[in-house]
């Protein structure tokens, strides 16, 4: 599962923020990556290439899973 968000960046160039989340061990829904990427200005299909990052956890249990 992913969310978005469109939001406005410090030089008010529109982006899309997405969050990915998963579950843990124990079921619970984690963060698991995350990336930003601007919306083009000219109308049009467009293809986005999105670099996600990924957190790391400071559990050693969580970073078994």
């Not at 160039?13 to 919306?39: K, M, N, T």
Request: glycine share 10%; aromatic share 10%.
């Amino acid at each position: 599962p992913w969310t978005s968000r469109g939001e406005l960046n410090p030089s008010g160039r529109p982006q899309i923020v997405l969050s990915v989340y998963g579950p843990d061990f124990f079921g619970h829904d984690v963060v698991r990556g995350y990336g930003a990427v601007h919306v083009p200005f000219v109308p049009g299909r467009h293809k986005r290439t999105i670099a996600m990052f990924v957190p790391e956890s400071t559990s050693r249990l969580q970073q078994l899973t």
